[in-house]
């Protein structure tokens, strides 16, 4: 595709306005904090729990000795704490209740930021803004950061539709082993979880059902799956989307394997022109909430429930059609 070079250099001239007024070049500081970028950057990666030191340094394209030193600062400040792993050679990073209100300050930094850049745009702009952000991003993971790096990146993940070898079986256990570790949730979890995803699969064949693994090396790390069957069978005629199943490995968490999973489904959902598309998830699991308030999905309700064993704050998002 012949590209007009004048295209390419308002994109950059844009990109690098961005990145001034984001704060980049401010001198070392950033987000409304004293940390440089890579720090802030860093705190937000090990956030979401299990990272390495060379998880962030994949992340975030960085050098190992690079690495290094930023987590010597963070660890002396208070910031970050080590823990040996299951291998006692690998240090799985954490953050302490100085890093987490040090992180909740950078979110809601980074909110304010892009609330008032929202507000000064038409109302219909700002979802225009985003999935112009998914597209150059997702083509610059693609085509050049992936590429540059390619002797340090993690190999090439692919998502592909329907079943897949091994996907109940692979798709119960990273559930099982999440909500364990995050809520406690056990074996009656799992089972529900295994039962209900080997019913779903035996009704692929509906036209408005489809379920997405993510691939790595030929392995599953991650799955998500729309049935369009279920809400629908309880509620006659409503034409609504359940989003059910979504899930991604820990050694991959953070990656944008889960943007781009539930893209596809999302994509799905509207070419089927579901009318609304709901999930129900449970309170506490910020990153997730994040990902999904980002696609268009809302929070309409919350109540206290045990069906799982353990009391937890469940809820329920809806994403109208757009």
């Given at each position: 595709m012949k590209?007009?070079p ?6 950059r ?9 984001l ?5 070392g500081t950033?987000?409304?904090t004293d940390?440089?970028?890579?720090a802030?950057?860093a ?6 729990g299990?990272v390495t030191?060379?998880?962030l340094g ?6 190992k ?5 930023m987590l010597?600062?963070l660890?002396?400040s208070?910031?970050?704490k ?15 209740a100085r ?6 300050a950078?979110?809601?930094f ?12 038409k109302s ?8 112009g952000?998914?597209?150059?991003t997702?083509a610059?993971d693609a085509e050049g ?7 340090t ?5 692919e998502?592909?539709?329907?079943y897949?070898p091994?996907?109940i ?14 809520t406690g949730?056990g074996q009656?979890?799992?089972s529900v979880?295994?039962?209900g995803?080997?019913d779903?699969c035996g009704r692929?064949e509906?036209p408005?059902?489809?379920?997405w693994?993510?691939?790595q ?8 799956a ?10 006659a005629g ?6 059910r199943w979504f ?6 968490r953070g990656g944008g394997?889960?943007r781009k999973?539930?893209?596809?489904a ?6 089927k022109?579901?009318?609304e598309?709901?999930?129900w ?5 910020s990153a997730?909430?994040?990902l999904?308030e ?6 309409v309700?919350?109540w206290s429930g045990?069906q799982w ?5 469940e ?8």
């Open positions: 590209i007009d004048s295209l390419i250099e308002d994109i001239t844009a990109s690098r306005l961005m990145v001034r007024e704060g980049f070049m401010g001198g950033f987000a409304g940390l440089s970028p890579s802030v950057h705190l937000i990666e090990i956030e979401k299990g030191a060379r998880d994949a992340r975030l394209r960085l050098e000795s690079s690495v290094s030193r010597r600062k660890v002396e208070g910031d970050v080590e823990e040996a792993g299951e291998d006692a050679r690998v240090k799985i990073l954490s953050l302490t890093g987490k209100k040090q992180v909740a950078i979110h809601a980074a909110r304010t930021q892009v609330a008032d850049a929202l507000g000064r745009m219909d702009q700002g979802r225009t803004v985003l999935e952000l998914r597209l150059y997702d610059l950061v992936v590429t540059a790096h390619a002797s990146a993690p190999p090439r993940i998502i592909v539709a329907g897949q091994g996907l079986a692979r798709i119960t256990q990273m559930h099982a082993l999440y909500y364990a570790r995050e949730f009656r979890f799992e979880v295994a039962s995803l080997a779903f692929l509906t408005r059902n489809a379920i693994a993510a691939l090396d030929g392995q599953i790390i991650g799955s998500i729309i049935d369009g069957e279920d809400l629908n069978r309880k509620n409503s034409n609504i989307a359940h989003l899930i991604v490995d820990d050694g991959v394997v889960g999973l539930l893209s596809a999302l994509a799905f959902v509207d070419e022109a579901f009318s598309t709901h999930l998830t449970f309170a506490g699991l997730a909430r994040r999904y980002a696609h268009g999905f809302v929070c309700e919350e045990t064993g353990k009391e937890v704050l809820q329920r998002f809806v994403r109208p059609r757009p």
